[in-house]
């Protein structure tokens, strides 16, 4: 993808998307690239608790902007379409 029509995905603020934190999108997209909330945590110097709570924060959100994602893959799905991350980064 070229660099302008990422960053055309990743300002994408239409009303359908979720508006998610930094801290939420950051958590997001780690535990894509990890194989355990575990891992995440650990990488991020947080607990697998805390992971949970921002990964069920972003699952509401979603559900509020009619998106539901109650998988990782669905969630991942989200992620690509929202512009979050890229096939290529997963």
């Keep these: 993808m ?8 990743g300002a994408n603020r239409r009303s359908d998307r ?3 934190s ?5 958590v997001l997209v780690e535990w894509f690239q990890c ?5 995440v945590a650990a990488k991020l110097g947080i607990t697998p608790r805390t992971v949970n709570t921002y990964l069920d924060r972003v ?3 979603c ?3 009619g998106r539901r994602a109650r998988t ?3 969630l991942v799905a ?6 979050l991350v890229q096939v290529d980064d997963l």
């Design 2 to 9: 070229a660099p302008a029509l990422a960053g055309a995905f």
């Design 18 to 20: 979720p508006r998610l």
């Design 22 to 26: 930094e801290r939420e999108e950051s």
């Design 35 to 39: 194989e355990s909330k575990d891992l």
């Design 59 to 61: 699952r509401i959100k």
């Design 63 to 65: 559900a509020n902007v």
């Design 72 to 74: 990782k893959a669905a």
């Design 78 to 83: 989200r992620a690509i379409q929202d512009g």
